[in-house]
């Protein structure tokens, strides 16, 4: 059974720094890793989607990094703002398209 | 992408009474699923919703509680029935975009209190 971990759990940085949250996952037989944002109260948005067979995506200030034979992926957030405060989840695809999430990292950018 | 909807958006119910979840994508989709996440916690997958068929539940959730339904290809409830307490979470539903890529969209969720 498939199981996600994300370290670490909270993270607090002034405003500009560079971060990297790491997620960990258990069984590498996984069709993509994808990357969603929770603001308090809302949805998921969908940041980056790393298909099995990429080593990485970017989005403007984000970059995903996956490797497979390690299980482990890295979001790499340039020049952090406020408005990046969130809580950041990763989740492994399983073959049925079901995904499997980690418990988090609940970022704060200090202004 | 997919645009996901969901209804109601939050609800207070009383011990005991069942509550009925829709989930409207404006595309249609093969695949929807619907997840659980409770306070503090992360986003636990309850089943897997395919038109024409038997929702598939995952460990730990059985049709007596989550009874499933999925009319089309763009819709899909949920049901939480006989509620407690312990039953208090958001429950969000979410569905694959068609292709290679598999990227999956959440609707916004559904906030349920049960007191």
């Known amino acids: 059974k498939q199981e996600v971990t994300q370290i670490p759990a909270a993270l607090s940085v002034p405003e500009g720094e560079n971060l990297v949250l790491n997620c960990s996952f258990t069984?590498?037989?996984?069709?993509?890793l994808q990357w969603f944002r929770q603001d308090p109260g809302k949805g998921l948005t969908s940041l980056l989607l790393i298909q099995s067979s990429q080593r990485e995506q970017t989005s403007g200030r984000l970059n995903a990094s996956l490797d497979k034979s390690s299980g482990r992926s890295t979001l790499y957030i340039a020049a952090s703002q406020p408005g990046d405060s969130a809580t950041y989840l990763c989740a492994a695809s399983g073959s049925a398209r079901q995904l499997t999430f980690g418990s988090g990292t609940q970022l704060t950018v200090l202004p | 992408s997919a645009v996901i909807s969901q209804k109601p958006s939050r609800d207070i119910c009383q011990r005991g009474t069942s509550l009925t979840i829709q989930c409207q994508v404006d595309s249609q989709v093969t695949m929807m699923f619907w997840y659980r996440q409770q306070p503090g916690q992360s986003l636990t997958l309850i089943a897997t919703a395919n038109q024409g068929s038997e929702a598939t539940y995952e460990s730990g959730f059985v049709i007596d509680k989550f009874p499933i339904s999925r009319p089309n290809l763009t819709f899909s409830t949920l049901t939480v029935s006989n509620m407690s307490p312990e039953d208090s979470s958001i429950y969000l539903c979410?569905?694959?975009?068609?292709?290679?890529?598999?990227?999956?969209?959440f609707g916004p969720g559904t906030r349920l209190t049960v007191l």
């Open positions: 069984d590498s037989a996984i069709y993509n």
């Open positions: 979410s569905a694959p975009t068609s292709g290679f890529d598999n990227e999956q969209f």
